[in-house]
């Protein structure tokens, strides 16, 4: 896998390994955005898409994307640090190390 950097026609730049690609679309692992942080010229990569099961690879119309290049290795390498983080976070929830009762009432957010 390749971490790959696409621009699409919307103007976000999107961060993740790109599995595969054909004549019409882009398939990418895990991707991420860029957030300027509360630092002073500090950025932060976060989730592109929150909503959705990020162990499945996405699809990206290759009509969608402007461009798309190699990584800087100053980037590809905080997002594969990022996705290492992320695995290790992944694999502790899926073998049960979280339960619901770590977790008081008063630490639980209600969105309405």
């Known amino acids: 896998m390749t971490v790959m950097t696409l621009k699409l026609i919307t103007g976000e730049e999107i961060i993740g390994d790109v599995i595969s690609q054909d004549e019409y679309e882009i398939t990418i692992l895990r991707p991420v955005t860029m957030i ?18 990020i162990t499945k690879p996405i699809c990206i119309e290759k009509d969608k994307v402007f461009l ?12 594969q640090k990022y996705d290492s983080s992320l695995t290790t976070a992944m694999e502790e929830l899926e073998s049960g190390a979280y339960t619901d009762e770590e977790y008081d009432d008063e630490e639980l957010i209600t969105i309405h």
Do not use: K, M, N, Q
Request: aromatic share 14%; no cysteine; glycine share 4%.
């Open 36 to 53: 300027e942080s509360a630092e002073a010229g500090s950025i932060s990569l976060v989730p592109w898409i929150y909503s959705i099961d």
């Open 68 to 79: 798309s290049a190699e990584t800087d290795i100053r980037f590809a390498d905080s997002y």
